[in-house]
């Protein structure tokens, strides 16, 4: 084989070789794209967010029982974080 054929037959391989490259990273990135159950989870949580924001805006009394929940588990937390553990 001379060579001019041996420089064209590796010029091949090097161009099936970015070929495949090309076909896996287009082959993943539109599987990627199409995947609709994480943006349908994120969407849920936002919605629950909204849901109880508006529940403490609007009812005054939730409220300041939601903020009495999270007063006494910061509390909580600080307490437990400040005692050493058992060992």
Do not use: H, W
């Amino acid at each position: 084989m001379c060579r001019a054929c041996s420089r064209l037959e590796g010029a091949r391989r090097n161009e099936m070789f970015l070929t495949k490259v090309y076909v896996g990273a287009y082959t993943r990135i539109s599987c990627l794209l199409k995947d609709r159950e994480a943006a349908s989870g994120i969407e849920y949580a936002l919605i629950a967010a909204m849901v109880a924001v508006a529940i403490v805006a609007f009812v005054p009394d939730i409220s300041k029982n939601v903020a009495t929940i999270f007063t006494k588990l910061q509390n909580a937390l600080v307490t437990t974080s400040a005692t050493p553990a058992a060992g």
